[in-house]
């Protein structure tokens, strides 16, 4: 990953400042700015034109959201990541649809920020990279929308490690539909792979993710989603069964 530009507006001072010292002195950010207060941060977008921007839902001035509707009312072409003392479905959904990759909930330790966030940008460069064709780039972009909406539907929330597993896994199972039939032995490893990490802990994860779901009780949500009566009650599919539904869903919709 080459070097981002970065604005971060955090409302917490001990906070920014543990944020401002990890992201100085990372090589794959360039600190461009810090600020408590969203005029400033506005001021601050527009004056270095980051690449990428982690800013707080409170803040002084104007709030997060107020600096989020800026950043898309004025097309700026920056990553916006956010952070929050608050985890409500509502607030992360409101985010999300402004355009947020990723949605850290306090307590999170400032390294975990700064690796999260680079392991997204790396994520985002490879669809980007799939071709240098405008409409293959939309259609990553598209893909991954349609897949965030889906699971803000349902009730994954975007700061747990299941999610980013979850997307590409399904996204692997549209470019490859086989690959679903040997989660274990392919699909697993593969995404561990691309992060860093184990299959068996890639399985927990999204486990994990599917729980986090079917507790909220947004099983209603789940079947309309779904166009059927896929699930009842507390019962729960299996990892593999998710990703097909999902996977199939986006394939008939004609986003291959």
């Not at 982690?54 to 509707?69: C, H, K, Q």
């Not at 460069?125 to 598209?142: G, I």
């Not at 599919?237 to 291959?256: H, Q, R, W, Y």
């Amino acid at each position: 990953m080459n070097s981002s530009k970065i604005v971060i507006l955090e409302n917490n001072e001990g906070f920014l400042s543990e944020l401002k010292t990890v992201f100085d002195g990372d090589k794959d950010f360039t600190l461009c700015g810090v600020s408590a207060n969203g005029n400033v941060g506005i001021a601050l977008l527009n004056q270095f034109k980051p690449d990428v921007l982690l800013v707080d839902t409170v803040l002084s001035g104007e709030d997060g959201f107020g600096v989020m509707n800026y950043v898309k009312e004025n097309g700026l072409n920056c990553s916006v990541f956010v952070i929050s003392n608050f985890s409500d479905d509502k607030l992360v959904s409101k985010a999300i649809m402004r355009g947020a990759k990723y949605y850290f909930v306090k307590p999170v330790s400032a390294t975990t920020v700064c690796e999260r966030m680079k392991e997204v940008l790396e994520e985002q460069s490879c669809d980007y990279l799939v071709s240098s064709q405008p409409r293959d780039r939309r259609r990553a972009s598209s893909l991954d929308e349609k897949i965030s909406n889906i699971f803000i539907s349902i009730g994954i929330p975007p700061h747990i490690k299941g999610y980013q597993y979850l997307r590409e896994g399904i996204k692997m199972t549209i470019e490859n539909p086989s690959i679903i039939n040997n989660v274990t032995k392919e699909l697993y490893p593969s995404i561990g792979a691309k992060y860093d990490t184990s299959a068996s802990k890639v399985e927990r994860a999204i486990r994990h993710a599917i729980e986090v779901a079917w507790n909220r009780g947004r099983v209603d949500a789940i079947n309309a989603i779904f166009g059927v009566r896929v699930y009842i009650g507390s019962e729960r599919p299996t990892n593999s069964e998710f990703i097909a539904l999902v996977a199939d869903k986006l394939i008939l919709e004609g986003l291959m």
